[in-house]
């Protein structure tokens, strides 16, 4: 992974925009004109209950989803209906809900793949090695297969094999999910520092507070809609935040 570099507010441009998404599997809409965007720096999540949309917005954004209507666009270029490999060739790399390692490969492995498409020898050793800064388990398991790690540890594979690909967009589906919580706390740190190194990241959490309270900015969906966008300190006094988590459904005050 290459240096990343802190930006200022006023230096962040829109890195990735998406705009009236429409998405269905066959008939049935799971995203309903939804809209938003991210800045180069920006940690953005996307917040919400089991069945909201979350993870349709993350799997049409990278590629694998193709929207019934609507656009997305990424670093002024238009990846609407875009496959994955091509979406993740401009910059984007989704880390996917369950983590989805390869259990028969090695951790070495695993990374070797993270960095296919843009397999540079003298980057890569760079890149390893940052790595192994940011999750010094990793170099201790190095030539250990993938599925004899502990849950905690093979999401940190998975995001370590995401960010082998240096990407401009990192995009992280439920990266707690099932994680205890020592291990959520390390991973939310784990979020943090690269936020805090200018990784720009987009971040799904069914932990609306815990995910707001590292963010730039949020939105809620509930029901495959976007009920709130703004500043995480501004969510609790314009929407009934506990109404929309107890399947209710409140208008933006």
Do not use: W
């Given at each position: 992974?290459?240096?990343?570099?802190?930006?200022?507010?006023?230096?962040?441009?829109?890195?990735?925009?998406?705009?009236?998404?429409?998405?269905?599997?066959?008939?049935?809409?799971?995203?309903?004109?939804?809209?938003?965007?991210?800045?180069?720096?920006?940690?953005?999540?996307?917040?919400?209950?089991?069945?909201?949309?979350?993870?349709?917005?993350?799997?049409?954004?990278?590629?694998?989803?193709?929207?019934?209507?609507?656009?997305?666009?990424?670093?002024?270029?238009?990846?609407?209906?875009?496959?994955?490999?091509?979406?993740?060739?401009?910059?984007?790399?989704?880390?996917?809900?369950?983590?989805?390692?390869?259990?028969?490969?090695?951790?070495?492995?695993?990374?070797?793949?993270?960095?296919?498409?843009?397999?540079?020898?003298?980057?890569?050793?760079?890149?390893?090695?940052?790595?192994?800064?940011?999750?010094?388990?990793?170099?201790?398991?190095?030539?250990?297969?993938?599925?004899?790690?502990?849950?905690?540890?093979?999401?940190?594979?998975?995001?370590?094999?995401?960010?082998?690909?240096?990407?401009?967009?990192?995009?992280l589906d439920e990266p707690s999910l099932g994680l205890s919580?020592?291990?959520?706390?390390?991973?939310?740190?784990?979020?943090?520092?690269?936020?805090?190194?200018?990784?720009?990241?987009?971040?799904?959490?069914?932990?609306?507070?815990?995910?707001?309270?590292?963010?730039?900015?949020?939105?809620?969906?509930?029901?495959?809609?976007?009920?709130?966008?703004?500043?995480?300190?501004?969510?609790?006094?314009?929407?009934?935040?506990?109404?929309?988590?107890?399947?209710?459904?409140?208008?933006?005050?």
């Amino acid at each position: 992974m290459s240096e990343l570099k802190t930006t200022s507010q006023e230096e962040r441009e829109v890195i990735l925009s998406a705009s009236d998404l429409h998405v269905g599997y066959g008939s049935v809409l799971a995203l309903h004109g939804v809209s938003l965007e991210i800045k180069k720096g920006e940690l953005v999540s996307i917040c919400g209950i089991n069945g909201s949309g979350k993870t349709t917005i993350m799997r049409t954004l990278a590629g694998v989803l193709k929207p019934k209507s609507g656009k997305i666009t990424f670093k002024g270029t238009d990846i609407t209906g875009k496959k994955p490999e091509q979406v993740h060739k401009l910059g984007v790399a989704l880390v996917p809900q369950g983590r989805e390692i390869f259990p028969s490969l090695t951790v070495a492995e695993n990374l070797r793949i993270g960095a296919f498409g843009c397999y540079k020898p003298a980057q890569y050793q760079k890149d390893l090695e940052t790595m192994f800064e940011l999750f010094p388990i990793l170099k201790e398991r190095y030539n250990q297969g993938g599925g004899l790690l502990s849950g905690g540890e093979q999401q940190m594979l998975a995001i370590a094999r995401g960010l082998m690909s240096n990407p401009d967009l990192l995009m992280l589906d439920e990266p707690s999910l099932g994680l205890s919580p020592n291990r959520v706390d390390q991973i939310f740190e784990l979020i943090e520092e690269l936020k805090s190194r200018g990784m720009t990241i987009l971040l799904v959490e069914q932990n609306a507070e815990r995910a707001a309270s590292i963010s730039d900015r949020v939105y809620l969906l509930s029901n495959g809609r976007v009920e709130f966008s703004g500043k995480a300190e501004d969510m609790a006094s314009a929407i009934d935040v506990a109404s929309l988590y107890m399947g209710g459904k409140e208008e933006v005050k």
